[in-house]
Each structure stands twice: as structure tokens, then as C-alpha cells.
Nanobody
């Protein structure tokens, strides 16, 4: 089993930047598809971005051009680089991992097997 721990959340002014980290343990993430989801109060968990283990990367439209994901397999860490943050980006951000994710379902939260506890990002206007 892989365990995931997110960090890097906090209070950020609109227009600012933040980097979230997801440190994995128990398994190497090099053979896992990895994703970031977020959940705002009163809303369902929504897809933000993902990378399949082979390297393909996908973003939801609302973050394209502002957010970038990357992984450092040597550090077993997955990142979310966020820029030009908006108040509507405020949410708890979750890291997810799955060894068998397929393209047609990677935007569906319930399809991911492993989750971190989440880290709160609050963007002030």
C-alpha cells in the first residue's frame, strides 16, 4: 500500500503562488498514476490535474495555464505548482494515487485507490 501526505497549504493572496507537495511512502510512485483533486465547502471533490505513470498530463480547464504538476521519483514526491491564484481556488487539496488508472476514468475521484488527508488552501481576495 502507498501512503500519501500532503503539505504546503495555507493562506495566499489572490494572484499569488503556492506549491503543494505530496510525499509518498510504502511504495515508489514511479509506477503510479498521480492526481490532485480539491474540495470546496459544500461541493463535491473535483479533479484538478493528473499524470499517468507513463508521463501524460491532464488538467481541468479552470487551472490550465496557471497550475503545473510534476513528480520527483527520486524523492517519491508529487507536486502541484499553483500560480495566479483566485479566490475560487480555495479548497482542501488532496493527492491521489492509483496503480491501474485508465484515461477514461482519471477525472473521477471514486476511481482512485489511495488518498492523502488533504491540505487547506485559502485564497484571499
Amino acid at each position: 500500500q502507498v501512503q500519501l501526505v500532503e503539505s504546503g497549504g495555507g493562506l495566499v493572496p489572490a494572484g499569488g503562488s503556492q506549491i503543494l507537495s505530496c510525499v509518498a511512502s510504502g511504495r515508489t510512485i514511479s509506477r503510479y498514476s498521480m492526481a490532485w483533486f480539491r474540495q470546496a465547502p459544500g461541493k463535491e471533490r473535483e479533479f484538478v490535474a493528473a499524470t499517468k505513470y507513463a508521463g501524460s498530463i491532464y488538467y481541468t480547464d479552470s487551472v490550465k495555464g496557471r497550475f503545473t504538476i510534476s513528480r520527483d521519483n527520486a524523492k517519491n514526491t508529487f507536486y502541484l505548482h499553483m500560480t495566479s491564484l483566485k479566490p475560487e481556488d480555495t479548497a482542501i487539496y488532496y493527492c491521489a494515487a492509483d496503480a491501474h488508472m485508465i484515461l477514461s476514468t482519471l477525472r473521477q475521484a471514486h476511481q482512485w485507490d489511495h488518498w492523502g488527508q488533504g491540505t487547506q488552501v485559502t485564497v484571499s481576495s
